[in-house]
């Protein structure tokens, strides 16, 4: 039977919302149970969470590119489906100049790459409500890292592969493609059995993107269905996959993988056994070198904090990295990368003069109460921070390219009068000494408030008194230094604190009125440099 009669059978083209293919089966999901037609091939219709399903034998007819037919076809339907959500709403906290989403759900970054002349950054999106179900990739572009244009969502959860989720992935500048790699997540079932791929998508010219399927269609020895996160590197002359990934006994590890044709691979092994029982699951790695020292990035799940404050268990950081002949690759000095609330998957790209630029995730897994969720959005992305190494330290600094967002520069003696900036978008550099506290966003009701705290020898920031709605309202910043030196870069509901030059970052959302757009320094007085950020091109708008 053909991939039209199927479809026909489903009521339609447009009737069909998912297909599956566990064992000898052929699921199609329909919008419609009741455009169903009789047909001359056996199914039965079953109800799996809310949703129809009509469960036929899968027959030899039905090949790879008969699969990769149908998703097209589920993809035309979701491009109709979501276009509405491409639309921004208004909210008083939307922000100036960091990437948000015109409606729905954003999380991880995705694909951060310099290809053919532009820089491509694609983002994880749930389009139709403020929740983590199928994600959706979102591709945008930009000359110079600060002002991005909205070009399209070109992965959609359309396949049988990656039917509940186009997951996290990075992206490969090669022979004048840019190929995407990503894990497809489906989940089986009313039990929701998962079943992971790591999956590859091409395009010619940058903007239309064909999936070709997996490329690793089965799991290595040891570990579970949580490996994703593809990161691919070059390695002695061979391409590398990183996964993020847990074992059978839940610890998280680093999976590797090697091809010489980006086709073929091959499961290395399992790394990060000198880390012991560190999280029961690490996410979203990356690998690059700076000054001679290969770092790679982990994000372990469970990790249990140095600051009693912090009862997330989600983390993110960064370890040293070291390939020999007889270990492979080992891992030691683990530190994290951000010591704020929201920070979480980034990833790194090389520009063309040599920078090493950072794009995080400002945000966190499961956590979606937040007052943008009443206006129909959720998250945002960081600034673009460069990494260097400077006597030894690694240090992110926001990239120069910010600077061309300065409007007006002033400088103020703050003091305890709360002067009002009468804006919440600007980038404010300061000295606080031991025992003075800075409030930011301040007004009659709310503040967010840093302190440089004598007892604990700590920078300490509290957002107790903000309209943020997560469990944690204290994060820690252990310092040895005389002063504490910030770079402060605030947006309408953002914060980013670079402190002693980029040695240590604190990044959060923070909440609070229009007009809370008032600035003091208790303890003592200091000069404040403070420069207006005026917005970016909309980040959040595909339609300029």
Known sequence: M???HYLSICGGKSNVTRILIPEDKLIFAVKDVSLVSDGDYPYEVIE???EEQLVFQRPKSIGHEELLEIGRVIADNQQTQFASSTTPVDCCHRPQWHISPPQGLLNDPNGFIYHNGEYHLFYQWYPYACQHKDKHWVHLTSQDLINWSWQSVPLTPSDWFDSHGVFSGHALSHN?????????NTRIGSQRDRHTTQCVAVSEDGRNFTKLGPVIDSLPPGVTEHIRDPKIIRH?????MLLGAQTTDLKGRLAVYR?????KWQFDGLYGDEFGDFGYMWECPDMFTLADQTYAVLGPQGLESFSSYNTIPHHNGIAKASWNSEQGLELSEFCHLDYGFDFYAPQTMLTPDGRRVLCGWMGLPDEVDQPTAESGWLHQLTAMRELRVQDGKLIQWPVAELYHLAQTQISLQLSNDRYDLETKSYDLSIELE??????LFEGSEQKLILSADTQSQSLIMDRSNTLNRAQDTIRQLPLDSETIKLRILADTSSVEVFVNHGEAVMTSRVFTASDATGISLLGATAEATIR????????FNPQR
């Not at 004048?176 to 497809?184: A, C, P, V």
């Open 2 to 4: 053909s991939v039209e």
């Open 434 to 439: 031991w025992g003075s506290t800075l409030n």
């Open 236 to 240: 002695n002359e061979q391409w590398l």
């Open 48 to 50: 799996v969470l809310g």
């Open 532 to 539: 207006r950020l005026k917005p970016s091109s909309a980040p």
């Open 176 to 184: 004048e493609q840019l190929m995407l790699f990503y894990t497809g």
């Open 259 to 263: 091809s010489d044709d980006l086709k």
